[in-house]
């Protein structure tokens, strides 16, 4: 196992199951400090025992991360930060007519609207880190039309913008970059996705399955270190291929 985060302080949002929990267990592993964040506190205080068990350190953080009076006080809180992991992200399957007012704001606000947040507060923390990075989880759905529901592949569209436009005005301090998973093995997608559906979704991947979460993790992880030192404003898609067909 390598040590390319030790000494390094790292937020991951929607870190209580998961990509979040993975990716928060993947930096941890490699040496660095993680801040979890979620609503879920006792999901929560379960990937922390998880990360001290295995001697990492980890603090548990529950917060509505929609909220920017949440989000300005924990920011408060941050003495120095070296990477933001905008993760947490709800889904919803419904189409335009079936999404309705407080739909599209609940699905904008985690997740559009919170790591616009989280980065505005805590770029300030991030500009005093020697290597600040920003990695916001996007989705293969991002890229087009109709591959989610309807707020849900809008704000995924946004996410990419937004990374888009953090690397734009803040490179080359701050390295911003996303990671565009398609469908993956996570209790949202069990959840939302009928069994059904998920056969004939897996039908049109190239790689006939679903990455795990710990697939996805290592990606991200990769985009957040220093291996990737070249990259600004990338999208990095890991859809199986699906995307390209």
Not at 15 to 23: P, Q, V
Not at 25 to 54: M, Q
Not at 172 to 200: Q, S
């Amino acid at each position: 196992m390598t040590t390319r985060f030790q000494g390094r302080t790292a937020v991951v949002t929607g870190a209580a199951s998961g990509m979040g929990r993975s990716i928060a267990v993947g930096l941890s592993a490699e040496g660095a400090t993680v801040l979890l964040l979620d609503v879920d506190t006792a999901g929560l205080e379960a990937v922390g025992k998880e990360i001290e068990a295995k001697g990492g350190a980890a603090r548990a953080i529950g917060i509505d991360i929609s909220d920017p009076a949440a989000v300005a006080a924990f920011a408060g809180q941050v003495a120095s930060i070296d990477i933001l992991i905008n993760n947490a992200g709800i889904f919803s399957s419904a189409g335009l007519t079936d999404t309705n007012e407080a739909l599209w704001d609940r699905i904008m606000g985690v997740n559009l609207k919170a790591p616009y947040l989280l980065a505005r507060a805590l770029m300030p923390a991030l500009l005093k880190a020697e290597r600040g990075v920003v990695v916001n989880v996007a989705s293969a759905a991002g890229l087009v039309g109709g591959a989610g529901g309807f707020a849900y592949t809008t704000s995924k569209h946004g996410v990419i913008g937004l990374t888009r436009a953090i690397s734009a005005e803040f490179s080359p301090a701050i390295r911003c970059n996303a990671v565009l998973p398609g469908a993956t093995d996570t209790p949202i997608a069990r959840r939302e996705i009928k069994p059904e559906h998920v056969v004939a979704y897996v039908g049109t991947i190239p790689a006939k399955r679903f990455p795990t979460t710990e697939e996805v993790a290592k990606v991200v992880l990769f985009v957040a270190s220093d291996d990737a030192s070249y990259m600004y404003g990338s999208p990095v898609v890991v859809d199986g291929g699906w995307s390209a067909v």
